[in-house]
């Protein structure tokens, strides 16, 4: 989140005459896209090239499933009018917080294993990019060469494609209103394995070295999953979620400050 594009209340009001706007706060993370917030509504502008039809069908279909997801209410121009979800950001972690996502996951990953073929792949690649990898280490080989050394495994990952993943399910993407959980910002979804989906939220909710929280969430999510995570496998994708935000905090921030806490 962030403002790239200034808009006035004024003009909100004009674009958006069908609903009630009677605040516009700017947020001020995030530098990828125009993010408002409104009385009842998120308010965004994508500054880059992205799937906003298919982030518009995905939402639909996630609500249309039972999940607490925000779907767009109306579109005027580059600009959309998202609804605003409850909640808060979850700052102690407990254990009805990790019975909640991993109930959300499961219940997802199922919903886009059964509509897997209904989406344009048009901009989705990968989750992890063999190309996009090795473009990133280029940095960290001239500039943190100890860094580099632990990154490289990320050149040889080959992970499953079991459908369209999330890829960024860490605390600033999610809300809780008492137990039930929000999830939201799925416009950088791509290909890979619901594994890595799992790990990457493990991790964001630093939860990746609670072995109880760990166990926790396979014994929640393989009730209901497509398909069953083993602990070897979820070891492994942990891992490499680890490896890849820190390669991207590196190159993001120019420094290990960021990539630290992960490796």
């Not at 109306?74 to 990790?98: R, S």
């Not at 080989?141 to 992970?159: A, R």
């Not at 909710?205 to 999510?221: C, M, T």
Request: aromatic share 12%; with cysteine.
């Amino acid at each position: 989140m962030g403002v790239k594009t200034q808009l006035t209340l004024k003009e909100a009001q004009n674009l958006f005459k069908n609903h009630n706007i009677t605040k516009l706060i700017p947020t001020t993370s995030g530098i990828m896209d125009t993010t408002y917030i409104s009385d009842n509504f998120i308010i965004k502008k994508y500054e880059r090239v992205v799937d906003v039809k298919n982030d518009i069908r995905l939402l639909e279909l996630l609500k249309s499933s039972g999940l607490n997801v925000p779907t767009c209410q109306e579109q005027n121009k580059e600009w959309f009018l998202y609804e605003k979800l409850e909640g808060d950001e979850v700052k102690n972690i407990q254990t009805y917080h990790i019975v909640a996502l991993a109930r959300f996951m499961a219940k997802f990953h199922s919903t886009i294993y059964k509509h897997r073929n209904n989406f344009d792949t048009t901009y989705l690649g990968k989750t992890i990019d063999k190309d996009e990898i090795n473009k990133l280490l280029k940095y960290p080989k001239q500039n943190f060469f100890s860094y580099y050394k632990k990154l490289q495994p990320l050149k040889n990952y080959d992970s499953k494609s079991d459908g369209l993943i999330h890829g960024d399910i860490f605390k600033d993407n999610t809300l809780f209103k008492k137990q039930k959980i929000a999830v939201f910002d799925f416009i950088d979804s791509s290909y890979g394995s619901f594994s890595f989906d799992v790990a990457v939220c493990l991790v964001g909710f630093g939860a990746r070295k609670n072995n109880y929280f760990i166990n926790l969430f396979l014994q929640v999510y393989n009730q209901k999953a497509p398909r069953k995570i083993t602990k070897k496998e979820l070891s492994k994708e942990i891992n490499m979620a680890c490896g890849y935000y820190a390669l991207k905090r590196i190159n993001g921030y120019k420094d290990t400050k960021k990539a630290k806490e992960l490796l």
